[in-house]
């Protein structure tokens, strides 16, 4: 048979692709937005066994029609720290089984109805909606949602036409001596090329509804589109954190695995869901051993998923961090709730480290004293804390270049006010850490000098500054600080002027001063500065 006499509309059909696939766009999109945080609370909550996360991930995937989406969802989790890799296996593997909810719906309705009229009202109230309503983002989200549903029938119905119109001109005996392995590669380079083996499975099924190909070749071709959708996680990996490798290597392992033993035992398959469970028509029985592929693949899986976690950390340790940052490194700022989590944890941390430093630099411990006797020799090697201090640098341009990632999304007035208190939280910090690294050579003088006023001041400095760092510390206590208001401003510039008045009161000649003047008041300032930064940088939220 001569293929070219074959009356084929090449664009009918590709548009029919294009249509299915920007409608699963749209629905992605509809659905993020209408209830994006609701599955990705449930992500979190649910998947804190792997059965659990089994399960959420076969539900949440069915729910969004999009295992891509809940790979993005888990990979974020991850770089958060908000998940750990044994978990989010589970979640995986169970999107597997959740993205053959397509295939269901599409065997159970598409071929049944009139799709293209079904698709219609779909279409017109969504269409509608989603420009008429910009400023009601959840109708706007809903209308996306419609739309995008109305698209994917639609698509459907273009596709299922063209090859309805073909099916009578191919004589199917010159399809009998071909392998059912060519088959399989043409599953896999089709999904690999499109990235949906969502739409190659509505392609196989269209074949298979209009006879082009027998269930034992539609089959063949459904393995080989579950290998090719490991091209998409795969791809994305190339660049991304070693979690996200990790995670494309556990998916080829599973489609990989699942496919040949499903391949190898094909036709035994078939014949036992025709023999013993009665499945006549053949659509719902190619859906049925699409799944049946991946529970089997599960089912393998799911006993060695603790140790499959161990053996896959082995893999990328060399890339897993980069930068100084601990909780941003792998975060995904596409998703911006996880991202905003992920930014509060880094930002908590540099109070820590801000802390810390401060403390350090006033020489001051958990019990008030000085930790050593004198400046030298904490300061053995005098770069100790400007390196601390270059950290603290270094971790704020890591935290300001994920600030602006996450504001190129769209986000929320809410999330965007959390951004905000975040960033100025961060750079009270520091400037806190700045005030102190200014007047080090100052506490350096002042600590090895014989200047007895000096020194009391120092220390009354030293006192002060350990009960207003102790006190920052306590989170409870930062609580009701808020809910007090300034007291605290209050009480710095008394401290202040006291101080300073202290300092003016007790010279008595130009000869008994060993520290000049100025290095006094500007330790005095500085450090008082400081506690205040570091005062806001607690309270704000």
């Not at 994305?236 to 995670?247: E, N, Q, T, V, Y």
């Not at 520091?430 to 220390?459: F, H, R, S």
């Not at 300034?486 to 008045?501: A, G, L, R, S």
């Amino acid at each position: 048979m001569d293929l070219g006499d074959i009356d084929f509309n090449f664009w009918l059909f590709f548009a029919g692709l294009g249509i299915f696939l920007f409608g699963m766009y749209h629905l992605e999109k509809g659905l993020k937005g209408l209830a994006g945080k609701s599955f990705r609370r449930m992500l979190q909550r649910f998947t804190n066994r792997s059965w659990k996360g089994v399960l959420t991930g076969a539900s949440v995937t069915a729910i969004v029609q999009s295992s891509s989406l809940v790979d993005l969802l888990v990979v974020a989790f991850l770089g958060a720290g908000m998940m750990n890799l044994q978990h989010s296996l589970g979640v995986v593997f169970g999107a597997n089984i959740g993205t053959t909810a397509t295939a269901w719906i599409v065997a159970t309705l598409g071929f049944k109805l009139n799709i293209a009229s079904l698709s219609l009202p779909f279409l017109a109230i969504g269409t509608l909606s989603y420009l008429m309503l910009d400023s009601r983002p959840v109708l706007k989200n809903m209308g996306s949602f419609l739309i995008g549903f109305g698209l994917l029938f639609l698509g459907l119905d273009y596709m299922k036409n063209t090859v309805d119109a073909v099916s009578g001109q191919i004589n199917l005996s010159e399809f009998r001596g071909m392998s059912l392995f060519v088959f399989l590669l043409i599953g896999l380079v089709i999904t690999a090329l499109i990235q949906s083996s969502s739409a190659t499975i509505v392609i196989v099924l269209s074949a298979l509804s209009a006879g082009l190909i027998d269930i034992y070749q539609s089959v063949a071709l459904v393995i080989g589109a579950n290998i090719g959708t490991t091209s998409t996680l795969l791809i994305a990996s190339i660049k991304g954190s070693a979690d996200k490798k990790r995670l494309a290597i556990a998916n080829i392992m599973f489609k990989l695995v699942a496919a040949s033993i499903s391949f190898i035992f094909l036709r035994q398959m078939v014949n036992i869901s025709l023999k013993y469970l009665y499945i006549t028509d053949p659509l719902m029985e190619l859906v049925f051993l699409h799944t049946t592929i991946n529970v089997i693949g599960l089912l393998i899986f799911f006993p060695f998923i603790k140790p499959l976690s161990k053996l896959l950390q082995l893999f990328f340790k060399k890339k897993s961090k980069q930068g100084e940052s601990l909780y941003i490194t792998n975060a995904q700022p596409e998703v911006p709730d996880i991202a905003i989590a992920a930014l509060e944890s880094e930002v908590e941390h540099v109070f820590q480290l801000s802390l810390d430093f401060i403390k350090e630099c006033l020489m001051i411990s958990n019990n008030g004293k000085s930790k050593i006797g004198t400046w030298t020799k904490i300061f053995k090697a005098e770069l100790n804390p400007l390196l601390k201090y270059e950290h603290l640098k270094k971790l704020e341009d890591e935290i300001t270049i994920f600030y602006k990632q996450i504001q190129e999304q769209t986000l929320t007035e809410g999330d965007s006010a959390k951004l905000s208190a975040q960033m100025i939280r961060l750079r009270s910090m520091i400037y806190a850490a700045k005030n102190m690294k200014d007047v080090l050579q100052n506490i350096k003088q002042i600590d090895e000098c014989d200047d007895n006023l000096a020194t009391g001041i120092w220390q009354r400095i030293q006192e002060f500054s350990k009960d207003k760092t102790d006190a920052i510390a306590n989170k409870e206590l930062i609580a009701l600080l808020q809910a007090n208001g300034n007291n605290w401003h209050v009480e710095f510039e008394q401290f202040y002027t006291d101080t300073v008045n202290y300092l003016y009161q007790n010279i008595d000649t130009v000869s008994q001063l060993k520290v000049p003047i100025s290095t006094v008041t500007n330790l005095i300032r500085k450090s008082i500065s400081s506690l205040e930064e570091l005062y806001v940088a607690a309270t704000t939220r």
